[in-house]
């Protein structure tokens, strides 16, 4: 234990929720610190309920841990009330297992899922006493690595991050700490570390790049300026997840943490080819864990864990290969164990009748359905190839199947939208009540509660979406009072929506590029932290920050780049072609739908990597 | 077929709270292969009970717990299948069977052994300074937390004994599931007699007791 601890102890009596930063779960893992070669401190860059429920950490951490020379213990973002007493005692951000100073660890990784987290990355960084601009960090500081999905879009974080890794992170993570092993024995210079990191596949390493830009911020070029980098980075993909790395366990947290239940990936990546998303992008190609390896794991998960429940967690589970046989065999192998089984991103055009019934057996949460858009135009655009009818089947198979919440997830503010379209979605609610209604009262659940949820749409990096500009925060705004006014007059219906602020700042972010390492400092500085949470939000901080750094984020949220503009993420490989999201961005101008790969090849750019993807060159396009 | 364990709670699960050790220690029982009963319903859950929820902030050496089990087992394989399904934090030091008939843990507790350190040395003097004469007022009335309110309450007859002992405070306090005396009562009392502040304090539990036929005291898993 560390040598503060006691002054440790004395502030977990001060704060909220101490359970956050005490450890001592089942399954953490305690290594003799003195005994391994490699100290890796995982990072989550928030608060521990919601790193605790995060997969890709629980992967890792089992990963590296089974490295009998490695360690990897864990890092949250903690709380403001901890934080404001840690700063005050001059005590360094510690790790959950052994609390050793994050400064201690020979390598520091942080997982990037969603960008409003960014400010916590320096912020602990800063906690922990380590120097927050790579170009400053010293010869023997942790190195300072991040992967996850935002790292496609690595140049926000381009001053602060060693190196990146891109794609999935099974296989690359193991090179990587080996790689920093090996440097730390070998006392070679940190220059040294770096270049032999660009050299492994699938590891970015923004400083062996320079960038040329225009006035206006436009990208000129990205070239490497030494040898080992290579020009374009190709991101790293399992392309077998029944040999790749899965846990048979991991830490069981003592509080309730947002996802307290044993998380079952059962497919990697998505074939829907939704133009908005970016996770259906970036994941492919579609990979699925055999019907043994899962029952396998499943088995194995609860026995490691005593979860009573589990999720069969991907993109889009409904389209799994064998799904009603899978959750069939799984409830069976688990009936003594009385563990339910929740599927938890339905598509409404994919699950069966039959799976519905089964899962009913066990518990009756609320179903998610996600049309994203209210008129069959507008679907077609954003390639949600989803129809009213399905969707009205598919709510009224679940409320004569006993279900009586309905959630719709819905975006505003996506290309082409107009009112028309927002009239669409207060009518497709109100014909889901309709459904509930026409099921007799004797078949159906009492207390119908259909949720519409509206987020704003943030345009992303690698979708065919990625070159238009966000809708105006005014224009959202009015919008979402539209709506509102709109769904006063129906009944049994709440209608939610998110503040439009953060979603302005997620786009700045999300398509930014280097310049914005100053704005991130100076919010930073002026106490940004936890963004992603609205009680600790502060837009006019942010806006502040901008002016700092001398930027307006207009000129980011609202870009609309140019068909031949070099994006900023440009020499980051997603595998995904550029003409392909092109010839995807044209044919949503005229609203034409693009089918399923699984139904024939759309040559999205993964048929070139040979054996990668199932459904390469099947058909023609 | 009942089975009485004894388990800890180490200082550095103080932090966590009764329901979450017992959620705990059911997903353990789940883990640990063990023939544990369920209840019937629709919503079944584990026979498990604990003799005394431990206050938030508290450790516990040897606390109590009861689980319900479908088959026979030897309390020493009861022990080594939870060892083995819980964290080092958890762990438990003895078992036995106990008769169906028996009343529940939670009805036979009477009192329990506290061990109360004062972080702090010089609030630690004061305050053993201060005992003799404390213990030897007829009544104590401090604050109680009620679920109605807040409740004054006379603590001098639940005060069973309490010495100092260097920087710790060790007191054998008044449990049961009528009336208790928790050992923050008892340092708020004390603090105020001695005219300083509550210091910070780290408490241990360090068993819960129970009564024989002869009316004495015993730790609960003997009696």
Redesign the interface.
């Known amino acids: 234990m560390s040598p503060c601890n006691d002054k440790i102890e004395a502030m977990l009596e001060k704060v909220q929720k101490a359970p956050r930063y005490t450890g001592g779960e089942m399954n953490a893992v305690h290594k003799d610190w003195d005994s391994v070669a490699l100290h890796y401190g995982f990072c989550f860059p928030d608060t521990y309920e919601v790193g605790m429920s995060h997969l890709g950490m629980k992967i890792l951490y089992g990963l590296v841990n089974r490295e009998p020379d490695q360690v990897c213990e864990r890092f949250f973002m903690p709380w403001t009330d901890m934080k404001a007493l840690m700063e005050e005692e001059g005590i360094p951000l510690f790790s959950v297992e052994s609390r050793h100073a994050l400064s201690e660890f020979d390598m520091i990784g942080f997982t990037l899922q969603y960008e409003m987290s960014y400010t916590n990355i320096l912020a602990m960084m800063r906690l922990g006493g380590v120097t927050v601009l790579s170009r400053e960090r010293g010869e023997r500081e942790p190195v300072v690595v991040a992967g996850g999905p935002c790292a496609f879009n690595p140049e926000p974080l381009a001053d602060f991050i060693d190196a990146f890794m891109i794609g999935d992170g099974e296989e690359v993570t193991l090179l990587v700490t080996a790689a920093v092993r090996d440097w730390k024995k070998s006392g070679a210079p940190r220059s040294e570390l770096l270049k032999t990191l660009a050299r492994i596949e699938g590891v970015y390493v923004p400083a062996l790049y320079d960038v040329a830009c225009d006035d206006a911020g436009r990208i000129l070029s990205v070239t490497p300026n030494c040898p080992e980098a290579p020009a374009r980075v190709k991101k790293c993909v399992v392309t077998d997840l029944n040999t790749a790395y899965y846990p048979r366990s991991f830490p069981v947290p003592y509080t309730e943490v947002v996802f307290d239940r044993i998380m079952l990936e059962i497919m990697r990546g998505c074939t829907r080819g939704c133009r908005f998303c970016q996770a259906g992008m970036l994941y492919r190609p579609v990979r699925e864990r055999s019907l043994e390896t899962l029952r396998s794991l499943a088995k194995d998960l609860e026995r490691a864990t005593g979860y009573e429940e589990m999720s069969l967690s991907s993109l889009s589970s409904g389209d799994y290969t064998c799904l009603p046989e899978l959750i069939r065999a799984l409830m069976k192998d688990l009936e003594k164990e009385r563990v339910s089984i929740s599927l938890p991103s339905l598509r409404i055009d994919s699950v069966l009748k039959e799976s519905l019934e089964e899962t009913q057996k066990m518990r009756k949460t609320s179903l998610t359905f996600a049309p994203e858009a209210g008129t069959q135009r507008l679907r077609d655009v954003i390639n949600k190839g989803v129809t009213e009818q399905d969707l009205m089947e598919k709510v009224t198979d679940a409320f004569s199947c006993g279900w009586n919440a309905v959630k719709l997830y819905f975006m505003i503010g996506l290309p082409t939208e107009t009112y028309e379209d927002l009239d669409g979605i207060v009518d497709l609610a109100r014909k889901v009540v309709g459904c509930y209604f026409a099921v007799p009262k004797d078949k159906r659940a009492r207390g119908l509660r259909v949720t519409v949820s509206a987020s704003s749409f943030v345009p992303k990096p690698v979708t065919p979406f990625q070159w238009y500009g966000q809708d105006t925060q005014e224009s959202l705004k009015a919008k979402q009072q539209y709506l509102k006014e709109k769904f006063r007059s129906v009944k049994g219906v709440n209608f939610n929506y998110h503040t439009p602020e953060l979603s302005y700042l997620e786009a700045c972010f999300s398509r930014g590029d280097r310049r914005l390492g100053r704005v991130l400092l100076a919010a930073v500085d002026r106490g940004c932290i936890l963004d992603g949470w609205s009680d600790l939000f502060s837009f006019e901080t942010w806006m502040q920050a901008f002016a700092d750094a001398g930027l307006d984020p207009d000129s980011f949220a609202y870009r609309e780049f140019g068909r031949d503009e070099i994006m900023p993420w440009e020499h980051i490989d997603s595998g995904i072609d550029r003409s392909f999201l092109l010839r995807e961005y044209d044919r949503a101008q005229e609203a034409r739908v693009t089918r399923d790969c699984r139904l024939g090849c759309n040559g999205c750019g993964l048929q070139k990597w040979k054996g990668v993807c199932g459904y390469a060159n099947a058909g023609h396009v | 077929m009942r089975m009485l364990a004894t388990f800890e709670k ?1 200082e ?2 103080r ?3 009764h329901l ?2 017992m ?2 220690m ?6 640990s ?1 063990l023939p544990v009963s ?1 209840s019937k319903g629709f919503n ?1 859950h584990i026979l498990l009970t604990f003799a005394s929820a431990l206050s938030v ?1 508290a450790a516990g050496e040897r606390e109590i717990l009861e689980a319900t089990l479908d088959e026979a087992v030897a309390p020493e394989d009861f022990v080594a299948a939870m060892n083995g ?5 958890m762990q438990l030091s003895s078992a036995r069977i106990v008769d169906d008939r028996r009343p529940a843990a939670m009805a036979m507790v009477k009192a329990a052994d506290y061990r109360i350190r004062v ?1 702090d040395a010089s609030a630690a003097e004061t305050l053993c300074a201060a005992l003799p004469g404390f213990l030897a007022q007829g009544e104590i009335v401090t604050d109680r937390k009620t679920k109605s309110g807040i409740k004054p309450t006379d603590i001098r007859p639940l005060i069973l004994s309490a010495e100092m002992d260097g920087d710790t405070l060790r007191a054998r306090l008044t449990a049961t599931e009528a009336v208790s005396c928790k050992p923050g009562m008892l340092m708020n009392a004390l603090s105020a007699f001695a005219g300083i502040e509550v210091p ?1 304090v ?1 408490v241990t539990r360090e068993r819960l007791l129970g009564e024989n036929e002869d009316g004495q005291l015993l730790p609960l898993e003997a009696v």
């Open positions: 180490s550095r699960l932090h966590i709270g979450d050790i959620r705990a059911q997903r353990a029982l789940r883990r292969g369920y079944p902030g399904a819980l964290p080092p934090e972080t910070r780290m």
